[in-house]
């Protein structure tokens, strides 16, 4: 695979990866203080788990520095989060 499609494929990864672990951080949240649902969440961990192992794979496709990508995850993950929580704890 060229460098380009690899760099495209691995964002992708990235995108989905960190998309997939904010909203199932969220979910988790919703479903566990507002309404009681065990299978939300229950799916709401799968789409942690799932967001990791996509993570884990855009780590490997974008071989950037470690430090670079930790910080470029913590980032992606952490501010939508810490911008959505609040109106989800709102919810009521």
């Known amino acids: 695979m060229k460098a ?3 760099t ?3 964002n992708l990864w990235f995108f989905l990866g960190a998309y997939l672990i904010d ?3 969220l979910g988790s949240i919703f479903f566990w203080r507002i309404v009681d649902s065990r299978n939300g969440r229950y799916g709401s961990g799968a789409a ?7 993570i884990a794979r855009a780590r490997r496709m974008l071989d950037w520095h470690r430090a670079i990508f930790w910080i ?4 992606s993950i952490c501010v939508p989060v810490g911008l959505l929580v609040a109106p ?3 919810w009521k």
């Open 88 to 90: 989800v704890l709102r």
């Open 4 to 6: 380009h499609y690899r």
């Open 48 to 54: 942690i788990i799932v967001g990791l192992l996509l």
């Open 72 to 75: 470029v995850m913590l980032l």
């Open 8 to 10: 495209i494929a691995g």
């Open 23 to 25: 909203f199932g951080i």
